[in-house]
DNA sequence: GCATATTTGTCCGTATGTATA
DNA sequence: CTATACATACGGACAAATATG
């Protein structure tokens, strides 16, 4: 059954209700959306997951409005929402943007940006951690945070919340995919690469390491992907 | 009063409902937002407008909520929902986003783009004319269009939105200027001047022109703009 | 500082329209 | 083509928070 969907709900319903019901709600499913728990392709019903988080199907829709702005889940006038199903043109262009944004970022970041960098060496080291510990899951986890905190160099909320909203898609992708692990463990190596440049000032090394990452991932994906008809 | 914003409901309601109602008002609360009818730091009470536009509550609340997150309102718990008041933070950001954007696009474009070129053409000819026939506030409309046009260089459908976004946001920014008309007239030319590169295939000049175009123009308005406090 | 009125937050019941078996 | 299931949208209700005097 779905109703396990709850948990952890009632507690924070207890504390700390300065934030609505809405982007609470918004918040469970988007966990359970990301960690795979409502695979790409399900049907949310308001029915049934309003009644199980015993909310309203007005609240539930706001929080489904949210969720479709995000682009997690896409809406079908008078047939419900459902969990996103990326294309292969949505894996082309979310790569197109990486690419712009990420080297982007790199390009034009200062020398010793003292606020980032401890970010991207905790991923790095988190991803190397996970791989000798065969977490494979985690991996791909610490590659988003990595490419988040290499977002993060443009110093720019907007683009902190671009990279965050094209990291959540990415996941999509990874849900479909047969083999997440095979995709992950290579890039950890190439990760500590990147990093190495930009500690040593090396922007347009790093870049361009970036770049070449890109579009391997994105070829590599490409080919692994099978997405699965409507 | 605010009756006259039901103005071209009634006929959409009639043909053509593929959309729901929501995205509806939306789209109607969104135009009088940007073209000022609502000025920053308006609140739009849930009563008036619902009633205004004939709609429900609930229906409108969901309006509200596609436009909070396209940041031209925000949402204050119990308060209601207010035209976004943009902080002299929020222009700089959008222009480092713009910076980060507009360049890589123009960096990475295709000699000879058949598809972007005319909007160009056609955007820079709009902004001449309007300003020959001293249209000041289509002066800015037709820039805005310039360079979205210039985003849509980088050919992809989310960098498309985020400019879009930017654009949407930056109108906040122009009303609460006083005199719009001398900060959107000395850029004409430099759009013009800027398609000239990009017609030669000389990306690396478009991208310097830019550059300093967008830095002179955030100078600019962070120097005209004061943000009427909360 | 207090009491009142207003507005929002949330929920329910229902009628209508739409898609699908 | 009919029937069923579901989303859409409305209106009303009450509690909670906020604004006002």
Redesign the interface.
């Known amino acids: 059954m779905a109703s396990d969907i709850t948990a952890g709900l009632e507690l924070d319903r207890a504390l700390l209700d ?3 019901t ?1 982007e609470r709600v918004a918040g469970v499913l988007r966990d359970r959306i990301t960690e795979g728990f409502f695979p790409p392709g399900t049907r949310l019903s308001e029915e049934a997951i309003g009644a199980a988080l015993g909310i309203s199907r ?1 609240t539930l ?2 929080a489904f ?2 969720l479709s ?1 995000e682009r997690l889940l896409v809406h079908q ?1 008078n047939r419900g929402v459902f969990v996103r199903v990326l294309t292969a043109e949505d894996v082309i ?2 790569y ?2 990486r690419r ?2 990420e ?3 790199v390009r ?1 970041a200062k020398p010793a940006d003292p606020d980032v960098l401890p970010a991207l060496r905790d991923a790095v080291a988190e991803g190397e951690l996970a791989l000798r510990e065969a977490r494979w899951r985690d991996i791909g986890t610490a590659n988003m945070r990595f490419h988040c905190a290499i977002g993060r160099l ?6 902190d919340e ?1 990279m965050g909203h ?1 990291v959540a898609e990415l996941r999509l992708v990874f849900h479909v995919m047969k083999n997440p692990r095979a995709f992950h463990e290579p890039y950890v190596a190439r990760n500590r690469e990147i990093l190495g440049r930009l500690d040593a000032g090396d922007n347009a090394g790093a870049e361009r390491l970036l770049a070449t990452y890109l579009d391997d991932a994105e070829a590599q994906l490409l080919h692994a992907y099978s997405p699965p008809e409507t």
């Open positions: 300065r934030t609505g809405a007005n829709r706001e409005r949210l702005h006038l262009d979310l197109r943007v712009l944004v080297c982007a970022a034009q443009a110093g720019s909320p907007r683009v671009l094209v």
